[in-house]
């Protein structure tokens, strides 16, 4: 930028300063763009050398993972439209106290209706989760659904990896 200030007289010499200027500021950005791209380059070599050789030898590519969502005909429907707190990924079994917590981040989204709707099928899932076994824990998909109310009203708790979640 500093070199186009410096520049700036080359405009007052006419039509022949006008493209000794331009060919000024063409220079300009071309050097200032090989500069960016090259510090870029090494600020991602570095983050690739330092930050994921240990992480991925420790963590397996971070296997398991644990999401609670909503689901019905109020939030949008019954196969596609959720409503839920963002999924829970670790590089151990995750402990029920993490799905707990994911259950009750996704039920505190909900709408005042929509919580009231899901409000049996809510308190049933976190039964379940309160019951699993110390030792097993738990790997699926689960759906507690509240019969009493229609349109396929329904709290789900998934659970993804190599060996069960909901550990103590």
């Known amino acids: 930028m500093g070199t186009l200030v410096a520049g700036a007289p080359l405009l007052a010499a006419g039509p022949p300063g006008w493209a000794a200027y331009a060919a000024l500021a063409a220079g300009t950005v071309v050097v200032g763009g090989v500069i960016y791209m090259s510090s870029s380059t090494t600020n991602e070599e570095a983050k690739t050398d330092t930050s994921t050789k240990s992480d991925t030898q ?8 644990v999401h609670s969502h909503a689901q019905g005909t109020d939030i949008g429907g019954t196969t596609k439209s959720t409503i839920g707190a963002p999924t829970v990924v670790s590089c151990n079994p995750i402990p029920v106290s993490m ?3 994911n259950a009750n981040a996704t039920y505190a989204m909900l709408k005042k209706i929509q919580a009231k709707n899901r409000a049996e099928a809510y308190a049933k899932a976190l039964k379940w989760l309160s019951n699993l076994p110390a030792n097993g824990g738990f790997l699926g998909q689960k759906s507690f659904e509240n019969y ?7 709290f789900d708790i998934d659970s993804y990896g190599p060996s069960n979640n909901f550990i103590y």
């Open 58 to 65: 420790t963590c397996r590519n971070r296997d398991w993972s």
């Open 99 to 101: 799905g707990t917590a």
């Open 148 to 154: 009493k109310v229609s349109g396929g009203i329904r």
